[in-house]
């Protein structure tokens, strides 16, 4: 199933970082949709590396702890930087609706 959307309005385009006239249109034809509980990061000086993966044994004192790796994202510096910028301002929307997170504890 194809969906297409249309994002246009100044808060749509304000919040996506469109400028003034300009529409995107957010072909989902081949999004998948993954869930993961770990991320591992590594950097070279021209990109970004994200690794997703599932830990599926959180049990305490394990000598060896298995990662399935399901997807592997790979960012410009420039890409990154902007969604860290993106995840700061909706992170902290959602603290400021449902309470602050400590980091670490789940």
Request: proline share 1%; aromatic share 6%.
């Amino acid at each position: 199933m194809t969906e297409k959307k249309d994002v246009s309005g100044s808060a749509a385009r304000e919040k996506s970082g469109e400028r003034k006239g300009q529409r995107i249109r957010w072909d989902t034809t081949n999004l998948k949709s993954s869930y993961a509980n770990v991320c591992h990061v590594t950097s070279t000086r021209e990109e970004l590396v994200l690794n997703f993966g599932i830990n599926h044994g959180w049990e305490r004192n394990q000598n060896e702890v298995e990662i399935q790796l399901t997807d592997r994202i790979i960012l410009s510096p420039y890409a990154a930087r902007r969604l860290t910028d993106v995840l700061t301002r909706v992170m902290k929307e959602y603290e400021a609706r449902h309470g602050v997170l400590e980091a670490g504890k789940q």
